[in-house]
């Protein structure tokens, strides 16, 4: 079973802001929130990582409230090529044995509309 | 490389027959990954390398399937036997140490898409 839970899809407008949560209710002490992002017919790219409060780069943002429980990866302003399927990961990054087995689940195919 | 190049992108075979599926990690890359991704699932691993040798091969689902990475830096996966349930997108990916945060996340290719008739 995935450790994670994510929306299947979603749909939005150009210009508009994105968030898209993700419950992961079991998260161990030592675990990180990674959030990829896969465009038809590539493979997975690395958006952000984070481990608490909020994590900001030239992509995205990510929210993790203070019990870890979920996390909300906010994408502003969206533009038709973020349409593509985001998937959350919760792994310890010391661990990376049981990081390369995680499930990655369906995770949320997002659909940005002109 | 400036990426991860998966050769070939597309691959039609038929059952029975055996396949071949190159990798070509960023240059540096120590750690070595194959996932295979079936239609609308998230990746599954397969196996990883550290260096020339297969560290964990764990996720291979039976004996048909294997990987090599002689000189530590190109690998293939070798599929003998084809069967219709192999039949999916196999990612390779690279990352600097086996390690999962920072800047020792994964780096994926675009995939090699293996259909088999």
């Known amino acids: ?114 | 490389g400036a990426g991860v190049s998966q050769t070939p992108s597309n691959k039609v075979t038929e059952k029975g027959k055996y396949v071949e599926l190159r990798c070509d990690p960023i240059s540096g890359h120590t750690a070595l990954y194959w996932y295979r991704q079936s239609l609308g699932q998230g990746p599954e691993f397969l196996i990883y390398f550290q260096g020339t040798g297969a560290a964990d091969d764990s996720g291979l689902p039976n004996d048909r399937f294997f990987a090599v990475r002689p000189e530590g830096s190109v690998s293939t996966l070798k599929i003998q036997r084809t069967e219709r349930g192999d039949s999916a997108v196999y990612l390779c990916a690279s990352s600097p140490t086996d390690a999962f945060s920072g800047a020792n996340v994964l780096t994926f290719g675009a995939g090699s898409r293996l259909t088999v008739l």
């Not at chain 1, 870890?68 to 792994?91: E, I, M, N, Q, W």
């Open chain 1, 1 to 114: 079973l995935a450790k994670t839970t994510q929306p299947i899809s979603m749909d939005s407008y150009e210009g508009q802001e994105v968030n898209i949560t993700c419950s992961h209710n079991n998260i161990a002490t030592n675990d990180y929130i990674t959030w990829y992002q896969q465009f038809p017919s590539q493979g997975p790219r690395f958006i952000i990582q984070g481990y608490k409060t909020k994590v900001t780069n030239e992509v995205a943002s990510l929210f993790i409230p203070a019990d870890r429980k979920s996390s909300t990866l906010s994408l502003p302003r969206v533009s038709l090529s973020d349409t593509a399927v985001y998937y959350c990961l919760v792994g310890d990054p010391d661990n990376a044995g049981n990081n390369r087995k995680l499930i990655w689940g369906l995770g949320t195919s997002l659909a940005v509309n002109p």
